[in-house]
């Protein structure tokens, strides 16, 4: 069972490069969500995509570009990459948004240097 | 906007002693969820709460939503060393779900 899978699992960038982490999920959800996590400050919603064609803004969405090519596909995009951004970026979904349990990918190692 | 806040932010325990995790929400609580995490994989979820009163078990690890529905407790019974890991409750905020800071558990064999 793949579930969610995200794509680098690591990565190291310099300052200004861009990137896109990739993020597919096979469960037929609707909604998918990328989330950063952060020592002492747990996780924090970046973007999120409430069902196909559509994208909002999360609690940090400042230097982030998100593009939901499909049903199965979130895609995170850093442009210019700054030493700020080097986190664990971690993919989910749900059938919904609100009262569904929420499933993660395995998580994406981002270190801007 | 709804605010988490995890108490304790970390907790050593030994092996067999009994823990509390709380999380404490800002707003009234409409669905809440409690997720383990071991260092460097993803999250696992452990149980989700949505009535006040409601309470759940898994196993050794039993989480309670109070009546008020501003605070959930996330309780382990005999602790083992697989218990250790963080410990992350989250809540439905207007569909999307917010996260507390998490409970850093180390459990000594």
């Known amino acids: 069972n793949a579930g969610v899978t995200q794509t680098p699992k690591f990565q190291v960038l310099k300052t200004g490069q861009s990137m896109t982490l990739q993020c597919a999920q096979d469960?037929?959800?609707?909604?998918m969500y990328w989330y950063r996590q952060d020592p002492g400050m747990g996780l924090r919603l970046i973007y999120y995509?409430?069902?196909?064609?559509?994208?909002d803004k999360g609690e940090v969405p400042n230097g982030y570009n998100v593009s939901r090519l499909n049903k199965r596909e979130f895609s995170l995009r850093l442009e210019s990459a700054a030493p700020s951004q080097t986190s664990v970026y971690f993919c989910?979904?749900?059938?919904?948004?609100?009262?569904?349990?929420?499933?993660f990918g395995e998580g994406s190692w981002l270190t801007v240097v | 906007s709804q605010e988490l806040e995890q108490s304790p932010q970390s907790l050593i325990v030994q092996e067999g002693k009994n823990l509390t995790i709380n999380c404490t929400s800002s707003?009234?609580?409409?669905?809440l969820y409690w997720y383990k995490q071991k260092y460097g994989e993803g999250l696992i979820f452990l149980m989700m709460?949505?009535?006040?009163?409601e309470e759940k078990s898994h196993e050794k690890i039993t989480a309670k939503l109070d009546e008020k529905k501003q605070q959930s407790s996330l309780h382990i019974t005999a602790s083992q060393p697989s218990h250790a890991g963080i410990y992350l409750c989250?809540?439905?905020?207007?569909?999307?779900?917010?996260f507390g800071q998490g409970t850093t558990l180390q459990v000594k064999p």
């Open positions: 469960m037929n959800h609707n909604s």
């Open positions: 707003k009234t609580l409409y669905g």
């Open positions: 989250g809540a439905d905020n207007t569909g999307k779900l917010i």
């Open positions: 995509s409430a069902s196909e064609g559509t994208t």
């Open positions: 989910a979904s749900s059938p919904r948004t609100g009262g569904n349990t929420i499933y």
């Open positions: 709460l949505q009535k006040g009163g």
